[in-house]
Structure formats: C-alpha cells, structure tokens
C-alpha cells in the first residue's frame, strides 16, 4: 500500500490509463502535465513510463520511469535534451546528446542486486 501524499501522487500516476494524462491541481504556478506512455521493461520488471511537459525545476520535457518492486517504488527521471535554463535552446558540447536514447540503454541493463 502506497501512504502519504507522495504515495497517492504516485498511486494516481499508476492508475492512469497508458495516453491518458494529469494535471496535478496543487501546482499552480505552472502548467506541468504529465502523460501516461506504454510500459517499459527495467530489470525484467513491466515499469510504468511518463512523459511530463515540463519540470518542477527542469525547463524542458522529462522522461519518468516508476519501477514497482517489493512493496517499494523507484522513480528515475530523466530530460529529454540539454536545455538552456534562459531560451531552452541546446547548449554545450554535448548539445547533441540524445539523453533519453542514453537512459534507455542503461536502463535496458539495470538489475536489482539481492
């Protein structure tokens, strides 16, 4: 059972159906909607995928895996590109980096040690 309001944030990202998405209502100094994708597999585990339009903290789009496992849950995120905190424009070396390319390929090695 999943306890406390980040437990019943949670709770309510895994009950939404994949494409359907959610507006959290207590955040209202910006308009971050996040939307249920298809499930991913993470260390064999069917882990639930997000897309959210942008972050708490982030200016751009986040990847959001929630991987359920023995009564307790793991939430990795993830940007979708190096953004400039001023114009979201990609900036630096690594500017043309596929993060979310990069994540998916550790993630497709990830395993829980016993």
């Known amino acids: 059972m999943v306890k406390g309001r980040e437990g019943r944030d949670i ?10 998405s959610f507006k959290d209502p ?3 100094e910006l308009d971050i909607i996040t939307t249920r994708k298809s499930n991913q597999k993470v260390a064999e585990i069917d882990s639930y995928t997000f897309e959210t339009n ?10 959001k895996v929630i991987i359920s496992r023995e009564n307790s849950f793991y939430l990795i995120t993830i940007t979708y590109s190096n953004l400039s905190n001023y114009n979201l424009t990609p900036i630096g070396p690594d500017k043309d980096i596929d993060y979310v ?4 390929q ?9």
């Open 11 to 20: 709770q309510h990202l895994l009950n939404l159906e994949i494409g359907r």
């Open 26 to 28: 207590t955040i209202t």
């Open 54 to 63: 942008q972050g708490w903290e982030i200016p751009g789009p986040l990847k």
């Open 101 to 104: 390319k990069i994540f998916d």
């Open 106 to 114: 550790i993630l497709a090695t990830f395993k829980f040690l016993p």
